[in-house]
Antibody
Framework: QAHLAQSGAEVKKPGASVRVSCKAS????????INWLRQAPGQGLEWMGW????????GYARQFEGRVTVSRDSAKSTVYMDLTGLTSDDTALYYC????????????WGQGTMVTVSS | DIQMTQSPSSLSAPVLGTVTVTCRAS??????LNWYQHKPGEAPKLLIF???TLQSGVPSRFSGGGSGTDFTLTISSLQPEDSATYFC?????????FGQGTKLEIQ
């Protein structure tokens, strides 16, 4: 059964960067794309980008281009999401997610990582 | 970007009742529409993908329909555990976008 375990909560100052990790288990790491999403307090879900673990190809939402990088370490079955130039607007719960039937319909998710940006 | 408009924003219904949530896309997305259930403190749960395909393990009282721009999620025989926020997501093109959610209260 596919499972994703994310790193713990982070508190960052404005202008800093954050790295959130997402460790896969229970399946062949290269089998499913991993997506990153976030949900700010009181807001809806927002898709940030995706990574193909087999070849490392990535795609990002336009509003995050230049600030977000998704990468992987296949030896560790782990996907990383780096976000730079943090502002208070980046305070949110960040999720990684994948789809077993369809790469864009996500049936397994990490538990979420809270990132708080505050001076 | 494709805009997803979901309604209503909240609703209340009795146990064993039936509710329908609608989702409208700003352009045709064929059947590339997914529905999720989200409870506080939990990750979202995929209920339905490609508009009407029930995800494995999801009770059959959840059903989805529609194509093009208009879609529905119907929950029949409501149970107390159905209390949650439901949201739609288009998977037609990136950036994948979501409806704002419908908060369902079970009376």
């Amino acid at each position: 059964q596919a499972h994703l375990a994310q790193s713990g909560a982070e508190v960052k100052k404005p202008g800093a960067s954050v790295r959130v990790s997402c460790k896969a288990s229970g399946y062949i790491f290269e089998a499913y794309d991993i997506n990153w999403l976030r949900q700010a307090p009181g807001q809806g879900l927002e898709w940030m980008g995706w990574l193909n673990p087999k070849n490392g190809n990535t795609g990002y939402a336009r509003q995050f281009e230049g600030r977000v990088t998704v990468s992987r370490d296949s030896a560790k079955s782990t996907v990383y999401m780096d976000l730079t130039g943090l502002t208070s607007d980046d305070t949110a719960l960040y999720y990684c997610a994948g789809g077993t039937e369809m790469s864009s319909a996500w049936d397994f998710w990490g538990q979420g990582t809270m990132v708080t940006v505050s001076s | 970007d494709i805009q997803m408009t979901q309604s209503p924003s909240s609703l209340s219904a009795p146990v064993l009742g039936t509710v329908t949530v609608t989702c409208r896309a700003s352009q045709s997305i064929s059947a590339y529409l997914n529905w999720y259930q989200h409870k506080p403190g939990e990750a979202p749960k995929l209920l339905i993908f490609t508009a009407s395909t029930l995800q494995s393990g999801v009770p059959s009282r959840f059903s989805g329909g529609g194509s093009g721009t208009d879609f529905t999620l119907t929950i029949s025989s409501l149970q107390p555990e159905d209390s949650a926020t439901y949201f739609c997501q288009q998977s037609y093109s990136t950036p994948y976008t979501f409806g704002q959610g419908t908060k369902l209260e079970i009376q």
